[in-house]
């Protein structure tokens, strides 16, 4: 199988050495996406849920660019800064997700990249 990158000007440009998105056979691998907009490449700055809303339309958008959709996605890792805000995630989430929702793990982490509160990568399935 060969690995194919995907990128798109509709979300974050990577703030290192990685990749938007890998695609490899059927998977497509999302790097974690924090609250930038990729329209002027500042964090978000509103709400917590203004906030989760970028991260999910950021991964969304690198989804689309795959060629696949949301509903494709099989698994999320969550990570926050403080897991009290977890009921807000799942408020958010609901909206990305409102059937038949991914298998998903959330942790607490002591720091995120640009001292953000929230992070979310996921696996889809591409056809």
Do not use: W
Request: proline share 6%; net charge negative; hydrophobic share 40%.
């Amino acid at each position: 199988m060969t690995k194919q990158i995907v990128h798109t000007n509709n979300a974050p440009q990577p703030l290192g050495a990685y990749s938007q998105a890998v695609k490899v056979g059927n998977l497509l691998f999302v790097s974690g996406q924090v609250p930038i907009n990729p329209d002027n490449g500042e964090l978000v700055t509103g709400n917590f849920k203004e906030r989760v809303r970028q991260v999910l339309n950021n991964l969304k958008n690198i989804i689309e660019a795959s060629g696949t959709k949301m509903d494709r996605v099989v698994k999320t890792n969550v990570f926050l800064t403080d897991l009290s805000n977890f009921a807000e995630v799942n408020e958010v989430y609901q909206e990305f997700f409102p059937s038949e929702p991914p298998a998903r793990a959330a942790v607490q982490v002591s720091k995120l990249p640009l001292n953000t509160d929230i992070e979310i990568e996921c696996i889809a399935e591409v056809e």
